[in-house]
C-alpha cells in the first residue's frame, strides 16, 4: 500500500522525476565553499535555540533512509509482478541496510557525546535520507535488474568478478569507517577518564565532571588521520563506491549518491582542515591533508 500515492513508492514516471530532481544536490551543496559555519559538530553553537540534542537528531534524520529501502523492497515487487528478486538486489538491499544500523542506530548511542545539530541540517539530512532511500531502493525492488539475465548484461562482461570487487570495497570501507570512527571515541573516552580523574582528586560534584567534555578536541593519530583530518570521510566514499561497482556503473541512483556523498563532505573537509589550523596551528597539521591522501 502507497503511502504517498503514486510518490512514496513512486511510479516510473515520478521516480524518473526525483531522479532528475537528485542530480542537481551537487550543484547545490557547493554552497558550502561560501561559509566555515556548518549546525553540527565542531561548528555548531551550542546557544541557537534551533538546535536538536544531537543523539536525537542524528537518529531521527538518518533512520528513515534505510527503512524506505526496507519499505521500497517489500512493497514494489508485488506492485510490478515481480514474485521474487534476485540474490544481488536483496544482498545490496542487505549492504545498505547495515550500514545504516551502524551509522543511525548504534552510532549516536555509542559516542561518549554528541554536539546539538541545527533543525536546517536535520531537516536537510532528512531529505537526503528519504529521497536517497527511495531512489535507491526503488531501483533495487523494480526499476533495475530484475532477473539473472538483467544482472548479467548490468555487470558484463565479467559479473561475478565486478560484484565481488564492489562488495569487498563496500565492506573494507566499512570497517575502516569504524576504526576511525572510534579513535575519534577514544579521544573522548580518554578526556573523561582524564576529567574524572581530576573531579575524584578534587571531589568535585557529578555535575563538575561531564560539563568540560563535549567540545573537547585533539589531532588524532591513528590509521588514516596520520595523512588526513577525515579519513573517515574517505573511506566511506571507498565504502559507497563499492556498493556503485557491485550494482553496476549503469546504475544512475548509487552513482548519484557516490555523487552526493563527495560533493557534500568535501567543502566541509576542506573547511574543518582549516578550523584544525587555527585551532591547533598549521604546524601541527602540515603534513596532513583534509580528506585525499597525498592529494587534498
Not at 13 to 22: N, V
Not at 131 to 158: E, H, R, V
Not at 188 to 195: D, F, G, H, Y
Request: glycine share 6%.
Amino acid at each position: 500500500m502507497a503511502i504517498v500515492d503514486s510518490w512514496y513508492p513512486p511510479t516510473k514516471e515520478h521516480y524518473s522525476i526525483l531522479m532528475a530532481i537528485w542530480t542537481t544536490i551537487p550543484i547545490l551543496a557547493q554552497a558550502q565553499w561560501l561559509t566555515s559555519w556548518y549546525g553540527m559538530g565542531k561548528t555548531s553553537v551550542t546557544a541557537s535555540r534551533f538546535n536538536i540534542p544531537g543523539r536525537i537528531a542524528w537518529f531521527t534524520m538518518e533512520v528513515p533512509g534505510f527503512l524506505t529501502v526496507l519499505y521500497m523492497m517489500t512493497v514494489m515487487p508485488a506492485e510490478h509482478g515481480i514474485t521474487s528478486l534476485p540474490w544481488q538486489n536483496q544482498v545490496l538491499a542487505g549492504l545498505y541496510v547495515i550500514h545504516y544500523l551502524y551509522r543511525a542506530v548504534i552510532y549516536p548511542f555509542i559516542q561518549p557525546s554528541m554536539s546539538p545539530i541545527h533543525v536546517f541540517v536535520w531537516l536537510s539530512a532528512l531529505v537526503f535520507q528519504i529521497f536517497n532511500g527511495t531512489l535507491i531502493g526503488s531501483w533495487l525492488a523494480a526499476y533495475g535488474p530484475t532477473t539473472k539475465a538483467a544482472w548479467q548484461a548490468q555487470l558484463s562482461p565479467f559479473p561475478t568478478l565486478q560484484f565481488a570487487v564492489g562488495f569487498t570495497m563496500f565492506y573494507l570501507g566499512l570497517a575502516a569507517n569504524f576504526y576511525h570512527d572510534d579513535e575519534l571515541r577514544e579521544i573522548r573516552r580518554r578526556e573523561q577518564a582524564r576529567q574524572q580523574r581530576i573531579a575524584n582528586e578534587q571531589k568535585s560534584s557529578a555535575h563538575d565532571q561531564t560539563k568540560t567534555i563535549e567540545k573537547h578536541y585533539q589531532i588524532p593519530q591513528a590509521g588514516l588521520f596520520q595523512y588526513v583530518l577525515y579519513p573517515h570521510y574517505f573511506v566511506e566514499w571507498i565504502e559507497w563506491a563499492g556498493f556503485y561497482v557491485a550494482c553496476g556503473f549503469g546504475s544512475l541512483p548509487a552513482l548519484m549518491f557516490l555523487v552526493n556523498e563527495v560533493a557534500t563532505m568535501l567543502p566541509r573537509a576542506v573547511s574543518g582542515r582549516r578550523w584544525y589550523a587555527e585551532r591547533f596551528g598549521e604546524e601541527k597539521i602540515r603534513k596532513r591533508r583534509a580528506i585525499i591522501p597525498g592529494l587534498l
